[in-house]
């Protein structure tokens, strides 16, 4: 037993030994040292029953292919040859498992000290991978790489059932998707678009994989989805700011709508599809600016129909009365609002007051319609206010004796008609007090 552990430990010196020469002389042949010692390693953790020393012959044979950089060696060609060590050493254990797994007729067996030692290996090779192949000139390797490391990555989680392993993988399989993007010259805000895109058909195969027993991929591809996709579309948006052109911005809040629907109809639930609907009234937005439209009634219309979808689908999916009225007021002080103020400050001429009464008439059929008193009243309130303005502009420019003349015939034919039909009048309101308490 000593002679035993004596030859072990001086296998294991030699190559070492080696290694410190190496760096003492010549960097060269620091690899030869590494891979003696990884052989070493590799024996004596077989001969002894050591597994974690696997994780360590590992290390020392992927130290082998990174010294290959100090013969001229382009780093991310080391990179790749790191990463077909990883895909064998993780498919080798992975493929044994599952050997096992079949002879015992039962599901894949849980990792062992072994295994476990293989995959530490092998995660810290790929940090070293990732970092040689983003450290090089060109962008097209490094997408590979990260890729082929999010298929590993991939693959592992949808065995091992994972999910620990599914967001590294999605991670990872972004920004490789971001740097061929790079690779192939388009700018920041074109890559953050399609890239926006690409996570619908993301959304979309990750609404199939939980139906076959995978649903570690059902978060990454639903939450993950969406905050990759609003920062993607940040990034849009800064992109388009600095290139001073919307066609990007407009492509990626469209695509964002397409997700965010996607996952409405795949989640069944409602908040995704307000969010779906504010997506595409950003991106009519960003359209009409890129056509160099400034008035601000085509962007206030959208906004106010959306609102008012949204207040509708509250009250009618999810009971929100209170909010859905709140959300309604929003909706119409902002499009009466603007025209109100616009036809006051004279932009439009005669063509502004008629634009008030028709939207204010449509607010208020619209409210009688379905029964909803926040437009119905606030639709009255704003044809007054018009009747009201146009009133007050009238009597600066026409004679006072004749306008009092026409209020004071006004007030007589009013108290006439009270007179004569005060009790149906009443009744009436009555009737209509009774019919607005109904009202949503």
Not at 57 to 72: C, E, K, R
Not at 181 to 202: E, S
Not at 410 to 431: C, D, P, S, W
Request: glycine content about 12%.
């Amino acid at each position: 037993r000593p002679l035993e552990w004596g030859l072990g430990a001086a296998s294991l010196i030699v190559p070492l030994l080696l290694v410190e020469q190496s760096f003492a002389g010549d960097l060269r042949f620091l690899g030869v040292g590494l891979f003696l010692a990884g052989v070493s390693l590799g024996m004596l953790g077989w001969r002894w029953r050591m597994p974690f020393l696997a994780g360590a012959a590992l290390l020392s044979w992927g130290g082998t292919i990174t010294a290959d950089v100090l013969w001229g060696t382009a780093s991310q060609d080391v990179a790749m040859g790191l990463v077909l060590l990883i895909w064998v050493q993780v498919l080798a254990a992975l493929a044994q498992r599952s050997m096992a797994a079949l002879r015992l007729q039962r599901a894949l067996v849980p990792p062992t000290e072994f295994h476990r030692a293989i995959y530490a290996a092998s995660g810290v090779s790929s940090l070293l991978a990732m970092w040689l192949s983003l450290a090089g000139p060109t962008a097209g390797p490094a997408a590979l790489l990260l890729l082929s490391l999010a298929l590993l990555s991939g693959l592992s989680a949808s065995l091992e059932r994972q999910a620990g392993l599914a967001w590294p993988s999605m991670g990872l399989g972004l920004v490789g998707c971001w740097l061929g993007l790079w690779a192939q010259g388009l700018t920041l805000d074109w890559i953050a678009a399609w890239m926006v895109l690409g996570l619908v058909g993301v959304s979309i195969v990750g609404w199939v994989l939980p139906r076959l027993g995978l649903t570690i991929w059902a978060a990454p591809t639903n939450e993950g989805a969406v905050v990759a996709a609003l920062l993607l579309t940040l990034q849009a948006g800064a992109g388009s700011a600095l290139a001073d052109e919307l066609l990007a911005l407009t492509f990626a809040l469209a695509s964002l709508g397409l997700l965010l629907t996607t996952l409405a109809v795949r989640e069944r639930q409602l908040g995704y599809a307000y969010a779906a609907g504010a997506a595409f009234v950003g991106a009519l937005f960003s359209q009409l600016a890129a056509w160099g439209l400034r008035q601000a009634q085509w962007y206030v219309l959208p906004a106010a129909i959306y609102l008012m979808a949204m207040a509708s689908g509250l009250r009618r999916f999810q009971g929100h009365r209170k909010l859905s009225q709140v959300i309604e007021t929003a909706a119409v002080a902002m499009l009466l609002g603007l025209t109100f103020v616009q036809a006051i400050r004279g932009e439009h001429g005669i063509f502004g007051a008629l634009l008030l009464f028709g939207e204010a008439l449509i607010v208020v059929s619209y409210g009688m319609l379905t029964r909803l008193r926040v437009p119905f009243i606030g639709g009255i309130s704003f044809f007054v206010a018009g009747v009201l303005w146009m009133t007050f502009t009238t009597a600066r420019i026409t004679n006072q004796w004749l306008l009092f003349g026409i209020v004071g015939l006004l007030m007589i034919v009013t108290y006439v008609i009270l007179e004569r039909y005060q009790e149906r009048l009443v009744r009436a309101g009555r009737l209509w007090m009774d019919q607005l308490r109904t009202w949503g």
